[in-house]
């Protein structure tokens, strides 16, 4: 079973700073998927980036990249110039690119992110 | 707003009680998945449906229940309920199962069993 882990239970930025939130994950399978989500205290779950695991390139989304590194099972998540608004919960995810029905996601624990001013 | 319509947003009931939980997916999306959030177990997957039917199951109960109607909404039903059910529940919507471009998930419901 493929599992996702994030070893940074909380982390902080001042705004307009970068920060770096931590991913890993094991898997046996070549074709998947990986995802960020955030989740601000109003709790909705909104997709930040993705991440196809057969292309090479990082993703990149505005503000927000990946380091993508495939052989390490590695999936960081960026955030430059950080904003108030990017306080959150951020929640790294899987799902399998293959054959069969099995498409569901597996979130790691998270992390929370806090922006000082 | 998401899209995804998630009914009640918030549910206070009593242990051993039944209640149902309402998720309508975003317009054209096909694919319902259900996941449980608890402080303990993190977000969970419970169960996903594709055009009215079970596509696989997860951690779910046999107290839970779900089913995805004709309309494409989905209903999930908690049973017998104990205090360890309080969590909340997302809904996410996809067009096809395994859309690569990621789900779109709910606002949640929040349950409390008390």
């Known amino acids: 079973a493929q599992t996702v882990t994030q070893s940074q239970p909380e982390m902080s930025v001042q705004e307009a700073e970068t920060v770096t939130l931590s991913c890993t994950y094991d898997?046996?399978?070549?074709?998947?998927?990986l995802f960020w989500y955030k989740q601000p205290p109003s709790r909705q779950m909104i997709l930040v980036i993705r991440?196809?695991?057969?292309?090479?390139q990082n993703a990149t989304e505005n503000r927000f990249s990946v380091n993508f590194q495939k052989a390490a099972k590695s999936f960081s998540l960026k955030i430059s110039d950080s904003q108030l608004g990017d306080a959150a919960m951020y929640f790294c995810a899987y799902r399998s690119g293959g054959g069969g029905s099995n498409y569901k996601l597996t979130f790691g624990k998270g992390t929370l992110l806090t922006v000082n001013p | 707003d998401s899209g995804v319509t998630q009914t009640p947003k918030h549910l206070i009931t009593a242990t051993g009680q039944r209640v149902t939980l309402r998720c309508s997916p975003r317009?054209?999306?096909?694919?319902v998945y259900w996941y449980q959030q608890s402080l303990d177990q993190g977000l969970q997957f419970l169960i996903q449906y594709y055009n009215g039917e079970e596509r696989a199951k997860g951690n779910i109960l046999e107290r839970f229940s779900a089913q995805q109607f004709p309309d494409l909404h989905s209903e999930l039903n908690l049973s017998s309920l104990e205090l360890g059910d309080s969590a909340l529940y997302f809904c996410?919507?996809?067009?096809?199962?395994?859309?690569?471009?990621?789900?779109?998930f709910g606002s949640g419901t929040r349950l409390t069993v008390v």
């Open positions: 317009s054209g999306d096909l694919s």
């Open positions: 991440q196809e695991a057969y292309k090479q």
């Open positions: 898997t046996s399978e070549s074709d998947y998927y």
């Open positions: 996410a919507s996809s067009l096809h199962p395994g859309q690569g471009s990621g789900y779109t």
